[in-house]
């Protein structure tokens, strides 16, 4: 079982960055598929994307790394949108069986607003 707690939302003008980070608790983190979701309000959970996906609608902005000596995942967002502000959630034990895939274990979640 995995524990996942994210940090590093807030409040940014377009055009802006920020960086979340994904704390996890584990001795077997580093075997777990993990990624980003994000849901705004009024709409769906969308997938963000993994280390090895990245959803078209944040392509070439969003870039997903993780430090597996850290056990930490972290999504940069550069050149952020107003239609990217939502609740920003990491999710471990990924499923890609699914469309859009599901997690075993979340996190609570981060805000990030992007203000015009």
């Known amino acids: 079982q995995v524990q996942v707690v994210e940090s590093g939302g807030g409040l940014v003008q377009a055009g802006g960055s920020l960086r979340l980070s994904c704390a996890a608790s584990g001795r077997t983190f580093s075997s777990y598929a993990m990624g980003w979701f994000r849901q705004a309000p009024g709409k769906e959970r969308e997938f963000v994307g993994s280390i090895t996906y990245i959803a078209d609608s944040v392509k070439g902005r969003f870039t997903i790394s993780r430090d597996n000596a850290e056990n930490t995942l972290y999504l940069q967002m550069n050149s952020l949108k107003p239609e990217d502000t939502a609740v920003y959630y990491c999710?471990?034990?990924?499923?890609?069986?699914?469309?859009?895939?599901?997690?075993?274990?979340w996190g609570q979640g981060t805000q990030v607003t992007v203000s015009s």
């Open positions: 999710a471990a034990g990924i499923s890609y069986s699914y469309t859009p895939p599901r997690a075993d274990y």
